[in-house]
């Protein structure tokens, strides 16, 4: 009884590495993709958060862009007022959906994830798409 408890233990343990991997090979898959899809298209969504009117004036510290066709983006912002050590901390983080008109990129929606003040509740970590 004792081997056999010994035999479970190591396929459950065989079986969950094998899920974490898949999982983590998963996720990272996803990540490179919004990594690359980033480099090559962020350029053309740099000043695109302003239709939202959500951020400041400023650029905004991280874009993302989740996903990318002909036609269709959706681009993650995020910004973060002050710094860490200041109080109230401010922020927000947008995620945009345009769409592609003959004279560019036009906001389509746009949904608030995060913002430090409280006022949302949204959710796009971990990157999954």
């Given at each position: 009884?004792?081997?056999?408890?010994?035999?479970?233990?190591?396929?459950?343990?065989?079986?969950?590495?094998?899920?974490t991997l898949c999982f983590l090979l998963f996720w990272g898959g996803s990540l490179a993709r919004i990594?690359?899809?980033?480099?090559?298209?962020?350029?053309?969504?740099?000043?695109?958060?302003?239709?939202?009117?959500?951020?400041?004036?400023?650029?905004?510290?991280?874009?993302?862009?989740?996903?990318?066709?002909?036609?269709?983006?959706?681009?993650?912002?995020?910004?973060?007022?002050?710094?860490?050590?200041?109080?109230?901390?401010?922020?927000?983080?947008?995620?945009?959906?345009?769409?592609?008109?003959?004279?560019?990129?036009?906001?389509?929606?746009?949904?608030?994830?995060?913002?430090?003040?409280?006022?949302?509740?949204?959710?796009?970590?971990?990157?999954?798409?």
């Open positions: 009884m004792n081997n056999t408890l010994k035999k479970l233990g190591c396929v459950f343990v065989k079986v969950m590495a094998i899920l990594w690359i899809l980033t480099n090559r298209h962020a350029h053309e969504f740099t000043y695109g958060y302003r239709q939202t009117r959500m951020l400041d004036d400023g650029l905004p510290d991280r874009i993302r862009v989740i996903s990318y066709f002909e036609d269709k983006a959706i681009v993650y912002y995020s910004q973060r007022a002050g710094s860490r050590n200041e109080l109230p901390r401010s922020g927000v983080g947008v995620l945009v959906t345009f769409s592609r008109t003959d004279s560019g990129w036009l906001l389509y929606s746009w949904e608030v994830i995060w913002s430090a003040s409280g006022s949302a509740d949204g959710f796009i970590w971990p990157l999954i798409r």
